[in-house]
């Protein structure tokens, strides 16, 4: 057993968890790990694709030839893992992700909620205690970013604790996707800031990072920026039509390829970044930096266990713009196939096939275009916040008198205002008229009070016992509002996700590398259980986890 350092048992003290029930690390000479072998290794890899349903693996695997092929081909595949809670987003996601547990533990409900102390909206990693650090010279990030709102340790927190040798290297283009994946401390936490330039966070360093430093003073985003976006193969061999009538991207794109990183004529210089990210350039480049990045700390390659989070965000980006069935995602998918493919190559020659292994998940899927759908006879369509604060309010004035008493909604999540709240407290059924008001609306399937949603965890009903798994105390709105299936809540985007539906909440658990054997496993699992298998390969415990060691792919 690895003894635990000063450093590590402070944060076990800070997350409260017993030493007692902490296992350590294994090295070259302990005993047989989860996987019965006497090599753990050394590298512990888990790769994000941000926005990927479950069935991409099956639907658009015929394009695939590098990466992604590989991951379906010699990993071990769960084909029936779903998250298990209702707000299926990229923060939420990331963080049951990175801690194995899910929001009524690690407390991240949404990307972004509102504060009722401060009375406004805010990021999950929002942190005005520190300040963004921006690589290349560009203008630091309007906030900070951290995870001071993350109630639960890290896969990674967990691994520097148990040896402080630990190297933690995480990146995305989203902060709240590498930071969920880091916790509190890293080596290298790294993302594309609103800036439009590389980033990170005084909370986990003082200084720019040398090596991220130097890898992109040689790589200029820059340098894509007359590159055209085309598909990769004949127009032939994807499916469905190229230019859905629904679809809405942004306006320097048509819904047709080609699609031009500076955008069409008139196009402002600064549109680039926003379309560069949009592509599957973004995810190359994401892919070249974790390479450079493995090799630089030379991840896996010392006496040590290292962690490496890379999040790759282009599909979820492609996807909210042109829809899951569009052209521009199974194209995202062939590059990103290839980029995997470059990853895990020279992580094979760099840190060995057999000394590092790969977690692979995404942080949600994602629904059809409602339109779309309508068109076919479906029942669909959006259900905007702006129309449920209306609903409510009005029910509300005609109930109790002049307001406000709504003080806002957040998709899911509709917030009183404290004299409603503290009404609602003590006489519960002042809430009935806006429950009853917000129910009848087009679109609503159930509407659910906050104060009773922490006892239906274990309900019987799934989207009671979804909507429980999404609940937070302090933080939840008082009223959770669960839409009908493909209805979504939002008209910014053509398509988007969050909801208890399969087409959200069913996404892909893979694990490739030596401790596993290949093959589809019909076992329910998770998200939340692929950082606590990845652990249990290295010896280390996850006490207070909500996921579970999927011991039926271990050898």
Sequence with gaps: MTRVGLAGLCVLLLWGHPLSRFHGVASEHSPQSAAGTTSPPRLLVIVVVDQMRFEYLDRYSSLWSAGLKRLTTEGAVFDQAFYPYLNTVTCAGHATIGTGTFPPTHGIIMNEWWQRSERRRASCTDDPGVTSLSYGGGSADRVGHSTSRLRAPTLADRLRAASPTARVVTLSMKPRSTVMMAGKAATAVTWFGDSNAWSTSTAYT??????????????????????????????????????????????????????????????????????????????????????????????????????????????????????????????????LDRTLGDLFTHLDNTVGRGR?????????????????????????????????????????VAAHGPGPHVAHVEYTNLYLTDAARARAAAVPSSLTPLIEAVSKMDGVMRVFRGDGLAQGRASADAIERAAALSYFAGESGDVTIVLKPNWIGTDTSTTTHGSAQPYDQHVPVVFMGAPFKPGRYSTPATPADLSVTLASLVGLAMPGADGKVLTQALR
């Design 206 to 335: 003082t200084r720019l990072v040398p090596e991220v430093e130097a890898f992109v003073a040689h790589n200029p985003v820059d340098r894509d920026r007359h590159e055209v976006w085309e598909r990769t193969y004949d127009t032939g061999r994807y499916q469905g039509i190229d230019d859905e009538p629904s679809e809405r991207p942004r306006p320097a794109w048509t819904p047709r390829f080609p699609h031009p990183l500076a955008g069409v004529k008139g196009t402002t210089p600064l549109e680039f970044y926003n379309l560069w990210e949009r592509s599957p350039y973004s995810d190359a480049y994401l892919g070249k930096m974790a390479a450079a990045q493995s090799r630089s700390f030379q991840l896996g390659q010392r006496d040590a266990v290292d962690f490496l989070g890379v999040s790759f965000s282009a599909v979820d980006y492609v996807g909210h713009d042109f829809g899951p069935n569009s052209h521009e995602v199974q194209d995202a998918l062939v590059r």
């Design 356 to 396: 590092y292994v790969v977690g692979f998940s995404s942080d949600h899927g994602v629904a059809d275009i409602p339109e779309a759908l309508r068109r076919g006879g479906v029942d669909a369509g959006r259900v905007l916040n702006t129309s449920v604060q209306k609903a409510a309010e009005a029910a509300m």
